[in-house]
Each structure stands twice: as structure tokens, then as C-alpha cells.
């Protein structure tokens, strides 16, 4: 029988291939581990934990200014960047210190090394020129920023830089609309920066509902984010004091930052994967089965390296299912049904199930429940925003299909939501639940007539 220095060796220590780790072990198999940059991944080195702590310290500007309405006044605000940097920068050390303390408990060994694969069952650590085997190999180096090649892209940043500006710009010009460029967007003007918001398509938010793709651009507006649709970047020219920034409108912008945010891409070049026979899909991706199994039977993938659902629990769940599967006898596939997410924009999105369009699709027979309402706060804040609330329910069993949310908190409302629609719930249910009052929640156990015609 073959002799391998570890039963599992993963490349990649974030969320997924941490968890697999230490279930792993748990399982009694002899683990290692190996991250070139920091333990912790994307998640909680550079995106959305950090990016979170960023969320909450652009809001305070709105805050203080509805605080006004209820008999504050708030004179000499001041906000410092570098505080924020450093406070945060705090944070992530003692996050990354847990992901270690985690990985040691677990009597993974760990190993601060970039990591490629020499064929199926052997990596080399490329900093110590080190040769190690393993019985099953896990790819979890999840991915990296993209952007294209435009003249002058090479003058842009994203959101990894993001989060280490040695000052804050007066003016940003952001370039897309997803989870990423809307949350900066939202950041950087909350933080009193000119933001200006770029988009090749009709619309922000491709992928949601379009209620609160329309509603959102709306209130981001208000709030004076400057989103141009229907453009595209076709030049960033550095200038003397500014970048002028060509737009396909024929407009130049003069900006002191460009910021893109145009998806992600998966970190597979490099790590030896073609070498091993490992398949790689349409952008570079690990192609897997429902198990994480790639064509390389004793090599898994899991996370954004995958072209599956690129978020964090998503890659934790895939890292425990591999777990399960692998070691515990215990095949288990993950269900990508009924996910909730949150964009924590200006205001908020919280989401599960299915957008309008794609349950018109799978329900010929659909019920459309849609509140728009000012929020309680702002009747004394004076803020003009609405409040978006929205269920769509399949006519024919009843069940709620769609939960789409958009206001304050409202990753927390899908959140529990979500919990009710993966028990089945239906609309009936959701009348038959007593109201919480005063809470804007209430509207979705409250709401009784359908939306007569199309949702906008």
C-alpha cells in the first residue's frame, strides 16, 4: 500500500479550505495546509469583513444627519481615515489569528508557502523547495479581481487596494455594478467622497429582482452617487493632478481614483493543475461534480476557484461537504437552492429565492405581494427614502417562492426569512404569524393584496 506524508493537503487557507481542514481532522485524517498570503482568504483578509467594517463607518454620515430630525445636533464631526485603516487592520490580525488557532487545534500542520501540484498525489512548496504527497488533494485558493485590458487600466484599483489607501480621494470613479462596485459606491460616499458609478449594461444589480434593481439606483441617487449607465471605460489617462478617464458617451472625467469592480476571476494559473490532469473550465475555473471531485479522482476544488456560488458560506458549506464525503464516509452534496444574500449598499438588499422574472418562468401561475413604504425613522428624519418589500408566492401550492427586501436591515429580515422558506413555507403561513409592531418586517406577514399588474 502506498505510504503518503498526509492523508489531505489543501492549497488555500480561507473559509472552505479551513473548514475542510478541520473537519478533516476531526475525522482522524492526517492534514496539512498551505497559504502564500494570509490565513483567512478573501473573506476575512480582504473582502467582505473588512468591507463590512467599512459599511458601518460610511453610514454614521447619514446617521447623523437624521439625527437632527430627532432633536440632535451633532456640531465639529469629524471623520480620519487613518483611524479606520488602523482599527480595522486590528481586527483582521486577530481574525487571521483565530483562522491559525483553529487550523493548530485541529493538529493540521500549516505550512506560510505558496504550494503547487507536481502531479496527482505530490505538491512542492515552492519557498522551502520542498516536495510533500498526499492521498487527496483540495484546491480552495478561491479568486482574485478583474479587470479588463483597456488602455491605462494599469492605473486603476480594486477593491484589494481598496482597503489600503494611504489617504481618502476626494473623488472616485467606480467601474461596474455588482455586489462590490454598489457596496463601494455606497462606502466611499458615505464617507464624504465624490463617487461617480460606471455601468456598460441598462441597469445595476444585473441578477436581482429588478424592483429593487430600479429602487436601489434610485436611492443611491438621492444619497448623490452619480451612476451612469449604458457606458463603458474606454481610456484612463494619468494627468497632472487627476486621471482624465474617456468614456464610450464621449465624456472625460477628471477623477483622483479609478476603482474596478467588474467581477472576479479564479486563482488556478500556476498551481500546476494541467500538469496533474485536472480539467479547468471556460475562465480558468476547476471543473468538480456534486461532490467537489474534479476529473482527477483524488483531487477536489472547492470555493471561488469553482464556477458555483461564489460566496463565503457557500465555500464553507462545500468545505464540510467534501469533509463529510471524503472522510466520513458520508457522500454529501451541497443544495444551491434558496441561498439569501445581502449587498450591503446604501440602502441594503436582502434576497432568497427566486427574482420575478425567473419564477414567472418557473410558475405560469404567479402571486406578486409588493410594498413600497417610508420608513418609520425617516417620518421624523425628513429623509426621502422608500422602503421596498416584496413576496412572491407560486398560485397553485402557495408556497413562497421569492423574498426580495430592500431598506435597513434588510440582510438581517432575509436572513430569517430564508429559515421559513427552506421549511416550505406559504403565503398562508406567513398571514397566519402575528405582526411585530412597530417594525418594518411586519409588512411581510402583513400584506394581503396581490400587485395587479407588471412589477417595475
Known sequence: MTSYDYDLFIIGAGSGGVRAA?????????????????????????????????????????????????????????????????????????LEGLYKKTLKNADAVSFQDRAELVDAHSVKLVGADRIITARTILIATGGHPFVPDIPGSENAITSNEAFHLEALPKRILIVGAGYIAVEFASI???????????????????????????????????????????????????GEDAYKVKLSTGDVLETDLVMYATGRAPNSSGLGLERAGVELGWNGHVVVDEYSKT???????????????????????????FAETVFNDSPVSVDYSGIPTAVFSEPEIGTVGLTEAEAREKHPKLDVYKS??????????????????????????????????????????????????????????????????????????????KWQGESN
Open 188 to 238: 466611499f460616499n458615505g464617507l464624504g467622497v465624490d463617487v461617480v458609478q460606471v455601468y456598460r449594461g441598462p441597469q445595476i444589480m444585473r441578477g436581482f429582482d429588478d424592483d429593487l434593481r430600479d429602487g436601489l439606483s434610485e436611492e443611491m441617487r438621492k444619497r448623490g452617487v452619480d451612476i451612469r449607465v449604458n457606458t463603458n471605460v474606454m481610456e484612463i489617462a494619468p
Open 372 to 449: 413600497r413604504f417610508r420608513p418609520m425613522k425617516h417620518t421624523l428624519s425628513g429623509r426621502d427614502e422608500k422602503m421596498i418589500m416584496k413576496l412572491l408566492v407560486d398560485g397553485d401550492s402557495d408556497r413562497v417562492v421569492g423574498c426580495h427586501v430592500l431598506g435597513a436591515d434588510a440582510g438581517e429580515i432575509a436572513q430569517s426569512v430564508a429559515i421559513a422558506m427552506h421549511m416550505g413555507a406559504t403565503k398562508a403561513d406567513f398571514d397566519a404569524t402575528m405582526a411585530l409592531h412597530p417594525s418594518a418586517a411586519e409588512e411581510l406577514v402583513t400584506m394581503r393584496e
Open 22 to 94: 478541520r473537519m478533516s481532522a476531526s475525522y482522524g485524517a492526517r492534514v496539512a495546509i498551505a497559504e502564500e498570503y494570509r490565513f483567512g482568504g478573501t473573506c476575512v483578509i480582504r473582502g467582505c469583513v473588512p468591507k463590512k467594517l467599512f459599511v458601518y463607518a460610511g453610514r454614521f454620515k447619514g446617521e447623523f444627519e437624521d439625527a437632527a430630525g430627532f432633536g440632535w445636533r451633532i456640531d465639529g464631526v469629524k471623520f480620519d481615515w487613518q483611524t479606520l485603516l488602523a482599527n480595522k487592520d486590528r481586527e483582521i490580525d486577530r
Open 295 to 321: 476529473s482527477v479522482d483524488n483531487i477536489y476544488a472547492v470555493g471561488d476557484v469553482t464556477d458555483r456560488v461564489a460566496l463565503t458560506p457557500v465555500a464553507i458549506r462545500e468545505g464540510a461537504a
